[in-house]
């Protein structure tokens, strides 16, 4: 199934987006997965129409059964990479999907990685993309720094490569689906915590908590979720700081990528990420049909 507009998110800004896409007659699919930051609101007391307080959960709950009421297609599942080529791929953890065009509606990129000298080394061993770079670390010694589906599906990316690879959890729980459980043999697993990265030029060692210590050659950063800032980085999607640049419309710098609400940086509000929804299903219409009238 070919998808017209897949949206990753759904957050207000994902939905918003997919209430008009699907009322415009165009194949929508939502994935996404129950961390929208709206259920971190007590209460909302500035969106427009609700007189009295409303809980952002409970807003939450309206939006997506209004988006399913109208005939989204609304999946739980945590993409980990989108290609592009003369349509979009998207790898989840749990399938692929296709689209003619994708919004990017994952909020604001969150994360922060807890280890020091980590940006002494990015670009001289410690890396984010295994799709840019996995390459440059054939058969070499190589990490994982993350505990997630993301991480191990990251490893798995990078078995490609190399067969040395370490996952290092930095003291976190494993959190693994399980259909990717059965991978994780294919690894060595260390949840020691980290104190620091250790090197001249590049990355050498990885220095842990209790005095152990790992030479590597390159640790690739795949800490918590895949969020905008990740698939900024492996496909080349321009941003400002952590923030995907979009035009009025919308669009990012490549076509038929769009994207909307907080991952672009704008004021974080609901009202604002429901606008951008909406602007962006505009463009997204107009160029699904361009696209059916040429094929
Ligand atoms: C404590 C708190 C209080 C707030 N109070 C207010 C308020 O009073 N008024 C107001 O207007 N705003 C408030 N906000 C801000 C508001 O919640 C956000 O601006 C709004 O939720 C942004 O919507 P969004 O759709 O861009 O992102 P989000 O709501 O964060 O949704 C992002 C979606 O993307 C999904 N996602 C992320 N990565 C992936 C991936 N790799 N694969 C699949 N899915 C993914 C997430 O699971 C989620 O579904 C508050 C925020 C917080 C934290």
Redo the contacts with the bound molecule.
């Keep these: 199934m070919i998808y017209d507009v897949i949206i ?9 987006c997919a209430i008009y896409t699907t009322r415009a007659n165009l194949k929508t699919l939502v ?17 427009y129409g609700f007189a009295e307080p409303i809980s ?1 959960k409970e807003l ?1 709950e309206k939006g997506t059964a209004q988006a399913l009421r109208l005939g989204t297609e609304i999946i739980e ?4 990479s989108i290609e592009k080529t003369d349509r979009f791929k998207l790898t ?1 953890v749990n399938g692929e999907y296709e689209a003619m065009t994708v919004l990017i ?4 990129p969150v994360v922060r990685v807890p280890v020091k000298n980590l940006s002494k080394f990015e670009g001289n061993g410690v890396s984010y993309c295994t799709t840019c770079d996995g390459f440059f670390y054939r058969n070499k010694k190589v990490g994982v720094l993350g505990y997630t589906d ?1 991480a191990v599906h990251e490893a798995i990316d990078l078995a490609a490569f190399t067969q040395d690879i370490t996952l290092y959890t930095n003291n976190m729980p494993l959190s693994v689906s399980e259909n990717l459980k059965e991978s994780l043999s294919k690894f060595r697993i260390n949840t020691t915590k980290i104190k620091e990265l250790q090197g001249q030029e590049r990355i050498e060692e990885i220095v842990f908590e209790d005095g152990s210590k790992d030479s590597i050659e390159g640790l690739f950063i795949a800490y918590g ?4 800032t ?2 900024a980085l492996k496909m080349g999607i321009a941003t400002e700081g952590k923030s995907i640049i979009v035009n009025d419309k919308m669009e990012t710098n490549i076509p038929g990528l769009f994207a ?4 672009t940086g704008v004021f ?6 429901v606008g ?2 909406a602007l962006a299903s505009r463009q997204i219409t107009d160029y699904v049909r361009n696209m059916r009238k040429d094929g």
């Design positions: 990753i998110g759904k957050g207000p800004a994902g939905l918003s994935i996404g997965k129950d961390d929208s930051m709206l259920l971190k609101a007590d209460k909302i007391e500035n969106y952002g939450l599942d945590e993409v980990v989840g509606a994952t909020g604001a993301y979720s895949a969020s905008s990740s698939f909307a609400g907080d991952c974080k509000q609901v009202a604002v990420a951008q929804g």
